[in-house]
């Protein structure tokens, strides 16, 4: 009997990057799929439970002096032998990677074998590693065709297909919390890791909402001391929750940062949002991200150090007195969403490193 391909994943840190792999990877059930991870971030959680985890030590090549750099340039030395020794031993036919850098070790290892590398950017403003090693691979997935202006001069081979998402964003079912079905309800979301800076301009604008009727539901990540500071019958607040189809598509609005898997739900999911760009993201690519749906008319955007708790307050019940203004905003949204973006993307990967025949 034929043994199934051996595919490599090589994605690691946030959400952004762990759930559009993970999503391609369900799909890929007649493979023999490995994962390459670093062992203190979000895949050590998520990934074990589902396939072998490999993992190295590299943190990126952040540095701002050349003796800076030579720590993070002697772990990649040591992440791209460890990778190139994984693939070559364990006889793996590819690298399929969504970016940051792990993707680094893991396209360079692979191409030096002589092996297929397809990289997924999900970001509008592609990443650096993305920007200098297009060329190399041998194709480059783009999550938006945003992104091709800052690929064009590259000799890359460039195909948008969307961003892959968790199964229960398109498939929703009824949502598992006690909130009537007639109620506004408004989402806030930070994003896998949360955002203490959104908690707490909600917690000072949240009574405003509640006075008006609303519910809420807000995610405040794990990392936020004062997350329960202000309780309410209808302030739900959770660390995180799963699965975020049904929530979202309950929704009548989302708060939400701006990374490109939220961003790709909230266009499958229709849900009108206010962004507020994390202002730390490297070269500020948040930013180029929300601009797509402001763009298109499917959100609006504010820099966070230009808000307070009121003015939130008032500009989402702004947003709740003005239902038309959100369905128009919820239609604009779903005409930016590319729901097969899974299958375009798995059916890349099958056409570069063919299953085994029947």
């Not at 990126?60 to 032998?81: D, E, S, V």
């Not at 990677?97 to 590398?117: D, N, Q």
């Not at 009824?174 to 994003?191: A, R, S």
Request: hydrophobic share 45%.
């Amino acid at each position: 009997m034929a043994t199934p391909p051996k595919l490599l994943i090589a994605a690691s840190g946030t959400g952004g990057h762990l759930f559009p792999a993970l999503a391609v990877a369900a799909t890929l059930t007649d493979y023999e799929i490995h994962w390459l991870g670093v062992s203190h971030r979000l895949e050590a959680d998520l990934v074990p439970q589902q396939y072998p985890l490999h993992t190295i030590n590299f943190s990126g090549m952040q540095g701002k002096t050349p003796w800076a750099k030579l720590r993070p340039l002697w772990q990649f030395l040591g992440a791209f032998w460890q990778t190139r020794q994984l693939l070559k031993r364990g006889q793996f036919q590819g690298v399929f990677t969504t970016g940051g850098y792990i993707a680094a070790p893991a396209i360079l290892a692979a191409r030096s074998l002589g092996l297929v590398a397809i990289l997924h950017e999900s970001n509008a403003l592609p990443g650096k590693v993305t920007r200098a090693l297009a060329p190399w691979c041998t194709v480059v997935a783009l999550g938006t065709p945003a992104s091709l202006p800052y690929l064009a001069k590259r000799k890359a081979n460039l195909r948008v297909t969307g961003t892959p998402v968790r199964p229960n964003i398109l498939h929703p079912g009824p949502l598992d919390l006690p909130i009537p079905p007639t109620v506004p309800l408004i989402l806030v979301m930070g994003g896998s890791q949360g955002a203490v800076a959104i908690n707490r301009l909600v917690r000072e604008a949240v009574s405003q909402w509640l006075a008006a009727g609303a519910w809420v539901v807000h995610l405040t990540g794990q990392n936020d001391p004062e997350a329960t500071a202000v309780q309410h019958p209808h302030y739900v607040v959770l660390p995180f929750f799963e699965p975020m189809g049904p929530l979202l598509h309950r929704a009548d609005l989302a708060i939400s940062r701006a990374g490109a898997s939220a961003l790709t739900e909230l266009t499958l999911t229709g849900t009108p949002a206010l962004l507020i760009p994390y202002p730390y993201a490297a070269e500020d690519h948040q930013t180029v991200n929300a601009q797509v749906l402001v763009s298109a008319g499917a959100a609006e955007m504010i820099p966070q150090a230009q808000l307070t708790g009121d003015r939130l307050g008032q500009i989402i019940l702004e947003w709740l007195r003005q239902p038309q203004k959100l369905q128009r905003m919820a239609a604009n949204a779903r005409r930016l969403a590319v729901p097969d973006s899974t299958q375009q993307v798995a059916g890349l990967i099958r056409s570069l490193i063919p299953p085994v025949e029947p």
